[in-house]
């Protein structure tokens, strides 16, 4: 078995790092190794490592007596590291539970030396500041490649989004540097590999802080400069190729001259060291150059001419700059006219229509945890219509969201935008193919014009057909498949749409109005699972607007519950159905969970309370089967007439069957029908593991796209 050796050094972290070591008791490490290197701490960090390590027989607890860096750190821990693989990780970030076996696979799909997944900084409250490494799409580079992604700066020094071959990383990988000894430590790498693998789903964040090395004030530029050395050095032992050479030049001038311009920035214009770094970066940096850099990076060449055309003046003209835009940006309805970028400085503005019934919590659910997904991307613009206060509870809507009620005030805040990134995401959930929603979306196309005019991003993702129609279908698929990020659903709309691909609906992976499940483990069972011998109840929930279920249906449903000493509970999720509910309540003498005076949100804590003691759960209703899955009861829908719908959506999570065809029906077949059902609870659980994993690969591709495609 392909296996890790895991790197974490450590230094006076004993508040931050137990969350880390939390993180890692998430993962699955079997057959890993942790290495812990303790940096001469002085603040009961060791003991605290120590003693999470007695749990464990797969941790190495390396202490250097006294504090020699990380990248000492990291070279101690080399030489004990004994597997195939070598992942080195900061323990104050924070990861997705399956990186090493996303990484892993790639490797030994690809049998690539080095793999990188792509990673996003973000401030300690969690705003998403930068994509960093990668591309929207997996590729695999050879040696010379890769030196050309790093010039491009689609490969930066960070360790902890790379895994690293065991057989390619040198003793003593990285040199005695006070800050950059990662890049110092890579590059000479990268002209020897036999190949990179890329993996585009962001697996990392990394959390930007003060007092980080990397925000911290350091005077020796010796450590720049060796960094530009290595790179340089890289370009030559590939025979210095002209094109090559020319993406070094532009490097050095949008990475290497900025990162000393930064440093100037930190240092501060107190400082009598302040004006060497600048003077080297303006040196660096030349007007002949200065069109090409803006049109290779718009944000990075700007700024390189703010240092050029600023020079001493840069560190106050770009403070200066910051504190006017944060003027700005706090005058409410004021439009921005600061000049946002990708790379960190600006922020992403997303769009999205939202609009939901009323009395449906599955439309709800399914927004909710989409609304999260582009949160995650940046700053939401959500048009909800008519919606009550009681939807928008339910919605878990943030304060920093903007709400729209009326449709022309939300697309007028979208083509009037003029500066930032923006993302335009279409609604989530089940659309018709009808006139009405063609002449929807083509008024969304001036909208997703100006977004794509201005370099941002269109997301379609979790959309579904109720119904096809050939003629619809060919007016549609010109309007709907042009979108950087375009997942559906359901295999029969992307085969009538013929473009895209597919994903669980986003309610798979939603757990309630109260837990941000784009950021819940993905480890094990839901968090709110119940023990299976509690689990005493049938919840059943079946729609108004069918014909009633018919006596043979409602006999079985009985005996069933007699034959497993099961409790019939009749809910109500959709509150049209409230009368269907009543009417089977009293046929199968069941409690009645109605839906009377409740808000959205109390209703379903209350409808997700039945659900988590259920066993099963009877419907016709998809989301019904959905959100009960989610808290741990076994889906299953019975009817004369198969709900489509449902067998679909279950289909594309590989649990086929949950809807079944009873054609007689018969007493004895809807028994049987259910009692194979009752069988299968640890299939579905674990098919909805995988789709909780697709979701969130969909949330990767969103941020990425958002962030990082250009």
Request: charged share 25%; net charge positive; with cysteine.
């Amino acid at each position: 078995m392909s296996t890790v050796s895991i790197v974490l050094p450590v230094h006076d972290c004993a508040d931050a790092l137990p969350g880390c070591l939390a993180a890692l008791d998430a993962m699955d490490l079997t057959g890993h190794e942790v290495l812990v290197v303790d940096d001469g701490s002085s603040d009961g960090t060791l003991a605290l490592v120590r003693a999470w390590a007695e749990k464990r027989d797969d941790v190495v607890v390396l202490a250097q007596p006294v504090n020699r860096g990380v990248a000492a750190a990291r070279n101690l821990a080399l030489t004990y590291a004994s597997r195939r693989y070598v992942w080195f990780l900061d323990h104050d970030d924070s990861w997705d539970p399956q990186i090493l076996r996303v990484l892993v696979t790639e490797a030994e799909r690809t049998n690539a030396d080095l793999v990188v997944c792509r990673a996003v900084r973000t401030t300690a409250e969690g705003r998403v500041r930068e994509m960093l490494d990668g591309f929207s799409q997996a590729r695999v580079l050879d040696a010379r490649q890769t030196v050309a992604a790093l010039l491009a700066g689609r490969v930066r020094g960070y360790l902890w989004n790379k895994l690293f071959r065991r057989s390619v990383v040198p003793p003593g990988m990285f040199p005695a540097m006070t800050s950059q000894s990662d890049l110092a430590g890579l590059v000479p790498l990268l002209p020897r590999l036999r190949s990179t693998a890329f993996v585009p789903d962001v697996l990392y964040r990394h959390i930007a802080r003060d007092g980080s090395i990397t925000n911290s004030r350091d005077p020796d530029l010796q450590n720049l400069r060796r960094c530009r050395d290595e790179v340089r050095a890289a370009v030559h032992q590939l025979g210095d190729p002209p094109d090559l050479l020319a993406a070094y030049l532009r490097w050095e001038s949008l990475f290497f001259a900025l990162a000393l311009a930064n440093t100037a920035l930190r240092l501060g214009s107190g400082s009598s060291f302040h004006s060497a770094p600048l003077s080297e970066a303006r040196r660096t940096i030349t007007w002949r150059a200065l069109p090409g850099l803006v049109a290779a990076d718009r944000s990075r060449g700007l700024r390189a001419a703010l240092v050029k055309g600023a020079g001493p003046a840069y560190p106050a003209v770009y403070r200066a700059t910051v504190r006017l835009r944060e003027r700005v940006e706090r005058l409410p309805g004021e439009r921005r006219t600061s000049a946002e970028g990708r790379d960190g400085d600006g922020e992403v503005h997303v769009y999205v229509r939202c609009t939901a019934q009323d009395d449906n919590l599955g439309d709800v659910v399914l927004r909710r945890r989409a609304l999260r997904s582009l949160r995650a991307a940046g700053r939401l613009h959500v048009f909800v219509g008519p919606a009550s206060d009681g939807l928008l509870e339910a919605l878990s809507l943030s304060p920093s969201d903007t709400i729209y009620r009326q449709e022309a005030d939300w697309r007028r805040s979208c083509l009037e935008r003029r500066r930032g990134s923006m993302v335009l995401a279409d609604q989530p959930g089940e659309f018709q193919m009808q006139r009405y929603y063609v002449w929807q979306q083509l008024r969304l196309v001036p909208m997703a014009r100006h977004v794509r005019r201005h370099g941002g991003t269109v997301v379609r993702a979790g959309l579904g057909a109720r119904s096809h129609h050939p003629l619809f279908s060919r007016l549609l698929k010109p309007l709907m498949t042009h979108a950087d990020v375009l997942a559906w659903r359901d295999e029969d709309t992307r085969s009538s749409l013929r473009g895209g691909g597919t994903m669980p609906d986003w309610a798979f992976d939603d757990l309630g109005p109260d837990v941000d499940a784009t950021h819940a483990p993905l480890t094990g069972p839901p968090a709110t699972d119940v023990p299976q011998q509690r689990r005493g109840v049938l919840a059943v929930s079946m729609r108004g607007d069918r014909p009633a279920p018919p006596p043979e249906w409602v006999e079985a449903v009985r005996a069933f519950c007699t034959d497993r000493s099961l409790r019939p509970v009749v809910v109500t999720q959709v509150h049209r159905d409230g009368a269907r509910s009543r009417d089977l309540a009293r046929l199968l003498h069941a409690d009645l969970v109605a839906w009377s005076s409740e808000t959205h949100r109390d209703q379903e804590l209350h409808l997700r309370d039945v659900y988590r003691r259920s066993e099963m759960v009877l419907s016709d209703r998809l989301h019904v089967l959905i959100v009960a899955l989610t808290e741990g009861a076994t889906p299953v829908c019975v009817t004369s007439n198969p709900e489509v719908k449902v067998g679909r959506h279950f289909d594309e999570i590989c649990l086929p069957g949950v809807s079944t065809e009873v054609a007689d029906v018969t007493t004895a077949d809807i028994v049987t029908a259910l009692d194979v059902a009752h069988s299968r609870r640890t299939e579905a659980q674990a098919q909805l593991q995988a789709a909780r994993t697709r979701v969130r690969r969909v949330d990767a591709r969103i941020v990425s796209a958002a962030g990082g495609a250009r």
